[in-house]
């Protein structure tokens, strides 16, 4: 069946840097754009990154740009998230999401698959 | 960036009631606005796309309507199920944002 399998997550210290996966299966993974999005405790969700279905695009908010990088291996059916520089507000859950429409350069659409999230702590 | 205010932040609500969940954007964004459905401990799940296009699965009870800036989602007739919170998301311009979200309890 169509699913999304994040993993990687954990406790890491402040400043350090950590790379999460999400594995997809039951779809034609390259010709989905994939997001990430996150969840820290207690709160609301916030769109953190998007990559086209080719990897040839993509786009970060502001809190992460410049620490942290979406990319994918259609080889492996695989999105990442590398992040580095970690802070305390980068607590939360992280989810992988699939853009509902194929072959979107930055997912201009709603995201109809999600994954059960990552959590990651970043704590001293 | 658009910020998406959702209204209210709480509704308590008795079964076979019906919910109104109010989404206003901060500038036009069409029909880019989606909702979504989240129990606790789970993963977000998509009810309605598109402003007003039901999503595969959902149940004909959900409903999404509007344009431009604001936007309704409508369950009718509440079943103890649907005790979650609900966010809108525009995908009109970069980033992606979502609504703080409603929760909805059943009384």
């Known amino acids: 069946q169509v699913q999304l399998v994040e993993s990687g997550g954990g406790v890491v210290q402040p400043g350090r840097s950590l790379r999460l996966s999400c594995a997809a299966s039951?779809?034609?993974?390259?010709?989905?754009?994939m997001h990430w999005v996150r969840q820290a405790p207690g709160k609301g969700l916030e769109w953190v990154a998007v990559?086209?279905?080719?990897?040839?695009?993509?786009y970060h908010t502001d809190s992460v740009k410049g620490r942290f990088t979406i990319s994918r291996d259609n080889s492996k059916n695989t999105v990442y998230l590398q992040m580095n520089s970690l802070r305390a507000e980068d607590t939360a859950v992280y989810y992988c999401?699939?853009?509902?429409?194929?072959?979107?350069?930055?997912?201009?659409?709603?995201?109809?698959?999600w994954g059960q999230g990552t959590m990651v702590t970043v704590s001293s | 960036e658009i910020v998406l205010t959702q209204s209210p932040d709480f509704q308590s609500v008795t079964r076979k009631e019906k919910v109104t969940i109010t989404c206003r954007a901060s500038?036009?964004?069409?029909?880019?606005l989606h909702w979504y459905q989240q129990k606790p401990d789970q993963s977000p799940k998509l009810l309605i796309k598109?402003?007003?296009q039901s999503f595969s699965g959902v149940p004909s009870r959900f409903s999404g309507s509007g344009s431009g800036t604001d936007f309704t989602l409508t369950i009718n007739s509440l079943e103890a199920e649907d005790a979650a919170t609900y966010y809108c998301?525009?995908?009109?311009?970069?980033?992606?944002?979502f609504g703080q979200g409603t929760k909805v309890e059943i009384k």
């Open positions: 999401a699939r853009d509902q429409r194929q072959y979107q350069l930055l997912g201009e659409d709603a995201f109809d698959i």
């Open positions: 990559v086209s279905y080719d990897g040839s695009n993509k």
């Open positions: 500038q036009s964004i069409g029909s880019s």
């Open positions: 998301h525009q995908s009109s311009s970069l980033p992606w944002t």
């Open positions: 039951g779809f034609t993974f390259s010709t989905y754009a």
């Open positions: 598109s402003a007003s």
